[in-house]
């Protein structure tokens, strides 16, 4: 069971950079998702989320109008489209899936992948 992030890198503010987040093992389809960051120094911040019931996703304030979550059932995973990035975008972003059965939560987390936003 494992849940892969990829496709961060360096990227020009104003760029655009897609990042995403693969599973094996297990169907991510069935889990909510959620994108998280952490910049150096700051704690980490929920940014984004996918349910697992329909394909809406939510924003935080500070990404919302910019990044767009989508499910790539194809690859059994999950995009997220980050244009007009900002300097202040530069962390390590990690996916997280979430899904409660039983009254049990079962959680798996990705390693993170690097996004810098610099020119």
């Known amino acids: 069971v494992q849940l892969q992030a990829s496709g961060g890198g360096l990227v020009q503010p104003g760029g655009s950079l897609r990042i995403s987040c693969a599973a094996s093992?297990?169907?991510?389809?069935?889990?909510?998702v959620v994108w998280l960051r952490q910049a150096p120094g700051k704690e980490r911040e929920e940014i984004s989320c996918?349910?697992?019931?329909?394909?809406?996703?939510i924003y935080g304030d500070s990404v919302k109008g910019r990044f767009t979550m989508s499910r790539d059932s194809a690859n059994n995973g999950v995009i997220l489209q980050m244009n007009t990035l900002k300097p202040e975008d530069t962390a390590v972003y990690y996916c997280?899936?979430?899904?409660?059965?039983?009254?049990?939560?079962?959680?798996?987390w990705g390693q993170g992948t690097l996004v810098t936003v610099s020119s």
């Open positions: 093992g297990f169907t991510l389809g069935r889990y909510a």
């Open positions: 996918i349910s697992s019931t329909d394909d809406n996703a």
């Open positions: 997280n899936a979430r899904r409660l059965t039983d009254g049990l939560l079962y959680t798996y």
